[in-house]
């Protein structure tokens, strides 16, 4: 089974900035659609960004202009940069590979921010 293991979060204050990385334990991300999803509390998992095999990105609304997506096929890894955090930024985020056959996600990291 393929693995995803998230890393770089923590607590930081508002206006201050992450860059989450999510290491695959093969080569899938050359191969599918890479995402980032974010849970608060009481909330529903949502769509933060997305990089697909094109190289394609697309992103929620809350977080344009301030979070970037992107891919290292060598390293086998995704990323988030994200940039101007905010308060509402606070959940646990997710990273997610889809293939044409298989959908992996990872355990997730929290990121907190706190005003």
């Known amino acids: 089974q393929v693995q995803l293991v998230e890393s770089g979060g923590g607590s930081v204050q508002a206006g201050g900035s992450l860059r989450l990385s999510c290491v695959a334990s093969?080569?899938?991300?050359?191969?599918?659609?890479g995402d980032w999803y974010r849970q608060a509390p009481g909330n529903q998992r949502d769509l933060v960004a997305r990089?697909?095999?094109?190289?394609?990105?697309t992103y929620a609304d809350s977080v344009k202009g301030r979070f970037t997506i992107s891919r290292d096929n060598a390293k086998k890894t995704i990323y988030l940069q994200m940039n101007n955090l905010k308060p509402e930024d606070t959940a646990v985020y997710l990273c997610r590979c889809a293939t044409l056959t298989n959908t992996y996600w990872g355990r997730g990291t929290q990121v907190t921010v706190s005003s």
């Open positions: 093969e080569s899938i991300f050359s191969f599918g659609t």
């Open positions: 990089v697909t095999k094109d190289g394609s990105t």
